[in-house]
């Protein structure tokens, strides 16, 4: 039981972790970093007061809270590979929700991490 439990635990700490990445991405989106037209202040503090980037860190600090608790059950060997599988969300979701290409090259590499995800989860 205790073991469906982290392998459900890990599948949300996964999803959670390419979801922040989509919110933060969302967050700075919306901020102009151009520092000819504005101080750094400003700048830090736009950052600072965008919703979108405060529950991206929220979310984050939430996922690595996550993270550390996986990590003193799993093995890292295990897994470490495991939460790549994020890069795939991440790139998936940033395709259809924030309309980022992805290139044949783009697609060839989440396949291969998906196969080395594949045979960790085997072994």
């Known amino acids: 039981m205790e073991k469906l439990f982290l392998v459900c635990l890990l599948a949300f700490q996964i999803t959670l972790n390419a979801g922040t990445q989509i919110i933060l991405k969302s967050g700075v989106n919306s901020l102009s970093f151009d520092l000819a037209k504005r101080s750094l202040l400003q700048i830090l503090f736009e950052t600072i ?6 529950i991206g860190v929220f979310c984050y600090a939430l996922s690595f809270g ?8 799993l093995e890292v060997s295990y897994l470490y590979p495991m939460g790549s599988i994020s890069y795939v969300i991440a790139a ?13 090259v783009r697609i060839a590499g989440i396949l291969v991490i998906v196969i080395g995800v594949c045979l960790v989860a085997k072994s």
């Open 49 to 54: 007061t965008n919703w979108y980037v405060v």
């Open 66 to 73: 996550i993270w550390l608790y996986l990590l003193s059950k």
């Open 92 to 104: 998936v979701a940033g395709h259809y929700l924030l309309k980022e290409s992805l290139s044949p």
